[in-house]
C-alpha cells in the first residue's frame, strides 16, 4: 500500500480560476477528511465521506468550494473562482471506520497559490 | 473552541527526553485525548491516543494524569528527526479530528 495519493502536489492559479485536486485513499478505508492548511495554523476541517455519502461539511467550506467522493473510492475537492485567501496547503487524510488503533493517513498535501 | 492548551515551543536537547504538556481541563468522560505530529512539508502522522490509563507504543508513552485534565506526551530519547508541531486533541468517538496549532519541538544537537 503507497498510503494516501495527492495530485497535484502545487498548483499555481490565477484569481478567479476554478482548481480541482485530487486523493487517492488507502484502499481498504472507508473514511475520507479534507482539511485546508495556512501558514502557523493547525489544519482546519472541512469535510469528511463515509464511503460515497458526504456526513458533514464545516462553516469554512463556503458555496465555491465542492467535494466528492463517488463509488467511495477517490475523491475530489474543488474550488470555483478562487481568491488569495484560497491559498493554502490542502491535505486529505483517510481512516478506517474505526480509526482507534491507526489514526488517520495524511496526504503530503496539495499546496494552492491564488495569483 | 480550543478544547486543548499547549505551549507554543519547547526546545530539547538530542538524546534527552522530551516532554510535551497538554492541558484539557475540560474534557468530558467520553473523550479521548490524542497526539499528532507533524513534521515540515508533511502531512500529519498518528503518534498515540488514550482515554486514561497510560499508554505506551514504539513512538511514544501517554501520561494522563488521574482527573483527566492534563497529559503529557513523552518521546524517551528525541532525536533531530522528532523535531516537528505536536498536536493534542480531544476528541469523542468518531468525530472529524480538530487540531489547534500545537507545540512546535526543536531538538537541539
Known amino acids: 500500500d503507497t498510503g494516501v495519493s495527492q495530485n497535484p502536489r502545487h498548483k499555481i492559479t490565477k484569481r478567479g480560476q476554478n482548481v480541482t485536486f485530487r486523493c487517492d485513499p488507502i484502499s481498504e478505508h472507508n473514511r475520507l477528511y479534507w482539511y485546508r492548511q495556512t501558514l502557523g495554523q493547525g489544519p482546519e476541517f472541512l469535510t469528511y465521506?463515509?464511503?460515497?455519502?458526504?456526513?458533514?461539511k464545516s462553516r469554512l467550506l463556503s458555496d465555491r468550494f465542492s467535494a466528492e467522493r463517488p463509488k467511495g473510492s477517490f475523491s475530489t475537492l474543488e474550488i470555483q473562482r478562487t481568491e488569495q485567501g484560497d491559498s493554502a496547503m490542502y491535505l486529505c487524510?483517510?481512516?478506517?471506520?474505526?480509526?482507534?488503533?491507526?489514526?488517520?493517513?495524511f496526504g503530503s498535501g496539495t499546496r494552492l497559490t491564488v495569483v | 473552541d480550543a478544547k486543548t492548551t499547549q505551549p507554543t515551543s519547547m526546545d530539547c536537547a538530542e538524546g534527552r527526553a522530551a516532554n510535551l504538556p497538554c492541558n484539557h481541563s475540560?474534557?468530558?468522560?467520553?473523550?479521548?485525548v490524542y497526539w499528532y505530529r507533524q513534521i515540515h512539508s508533511q502531512g500529519p502522522q498518528y503518534i498515540i491516543h488514550g482515554l486514561k490509563n497510560n499508554e505506551t507504543n514504539e513512538m511514544a508513552s501517554l501520561i494522563i494524569t488521574e482527573d483527566r485534565k492534563s497529559s503529557t506526551l513523552i518521546l524517551p530519547h528525541a532525536t533531530l528527526r522528532d523535531t516537528a508541531v505536536y498536536y493534542c486533541i480531544v476528541r469523542a468517538g468518531n468525530t472529524p479530528l480538530v487540531f489547534g496549532k500545537g507545540t512546535r519541538l526543536s531538538v537541539i544537537a
Open positions: 475540560t474534557i468530558s468522560g467520553n473523550e479521548y
Open positions: 487524510a483517510s481512516s478506517p471506520f474505526r480509526d482507534s488503533d491507526y489514526g488517520y493517513t
Open positions: 465521506f463515509q464511503n460515497e455519502a458526504q456526513l458533514e
